[in-house]
């Protein structure tokens, strides 16, 4: 298998899950209609999944095949505060959830981080979808692939940058400087060399 190949938990929306393995990049075949995906399933075999079956694609660290109801552990699906990594932060609500923010459900709900680099928009404009990083990077999950199909609302909740650095303040040789201004009533031969 190519070191290319990382573990990844498809979750479908009819709510299982299949392990398997995929590349980081140009995971969509996009010739084909509808958009698939191919995976290698952990038996070797290439599994064909139609994008807009797919609700995410989380690459993780383990299987954690024991757990069948959450195996990508994904405890934490929106950021308690600020970010502190640079991207933009996205908010996102998965199709077939309620139109009601009301009777929304967290299930529904997901924040992450996309870059602010052209690579968000290399999946966008082939109509694909998106990768992001998740609220709580310590757990399982690194990153999450979410295919546009799957998304029904998303919002741009703030672009975060790292802080500028202050820019020193240019000199200027016209105005003097106090110890020019110490010695300036002094009479020539008083005055230091």
Same mark, same amino acid.
């Given at each position: 298998?190519?070191?290319?190949?990382?573990?990844?938990?498809?979750?479908?929306?009819?709510?299982?899950?299949?392990?398997?393995?995929?590349?980081?990049?140009?995971?969509?075949?996009?010739?084909?209609?509808?958009?698939?995906?191919?995976?290698? *399933? $952990? @038996?070797?075999?290439?599994?064909?999944?139609?994008? /807009?079956? +797919?609700?995410? !694609?989380?690459?993780?660290?383990?299987? &954690?095949?024991?757990?069948?109801?959450?195996?990508?552990?994904?405890?934490?699906?929106?950021?308690?505060?600020?970010?502190?990594?640079?991207?933009?932060?996205?908010?996102?609500?998965?199709?077939?959830?309620?139109?009601?923010?009301?009777?929304?459900?967290?299930?529904?709900?997901?924040?992450?981080?996309?870059?602010? *680099? $052209? @690579?968000?928009?290399?999946?966008?404009?082939?109509? /694909?979808? +998106?990768?992001? !990083?998740?609220?709580?990077?310590?757990? &399982?999950?690194?990153?999450?692939?979410?295919?546009?199909?799957?998304?029904?609302?998303?919002?741009?909740?703030?672009?975060?940058?790292?802080?500028?650095?202050?820019?020193?303040?240019?000199?200027?040789?016209?105005?003097?400087?106090?110890?020019?201004?110490?010695?300036?009533?002094?009479?020539?031969?008083?005055?230091?060399?």
């Amino acid at each position: 298998m190519s070191s290319a190949h990382k573990k990844v938990i498809v979750r479908r929306f009819v709510g299982d899950t299949v392990p398997g393995y995929l590349t980081l990049s140009h995971i969509v075949r996009a010739q084909s209609n509808p958009r698939v995906i191919d995976l290698l *399933d $952990l @038996s070797g075999r290439i599994l064909t999944l139609p994008l /807009s079956e +797919i609700k995410y !694609i989380c690459y993780v660290r383990d299987f &954690n095949l024991n757990d069948p109801l959450n195996p990508e552990r994904l405890t934490r699906r929106t950021f308690l505060a600020r970010p502190r990594t640079e991207g933009l932060w996205l908010r996102l609500t998965f199709r077939g959830s309620s139109p009601n923010p009301a009777t929304t459900t967290e299930a529904d709900i997901f924040e992450g981080l996309a870059p602010i *680099d $052209l @690579s968000l928009a290399d999946d966008l404009i082939d109509d /694909s979808g +998106i990768f992001l !990083i998740p609220p709580d990077i310590r757990s &399982n999950t690194q990153r999450i692939y979410v295919p546009r199909t799957a998304i029904a609302d998303l919002q741009l909740i703030a672009v975060i940058t790292t802080p500028s650095r202050k820019k020193p303040l240019p000199r200027s040789t016209a105005t003097p400087t106090l110890q020019e201004d110490l010695f300036h009533n002094l009479p020539p031969s008083a005055r230091p060399n």
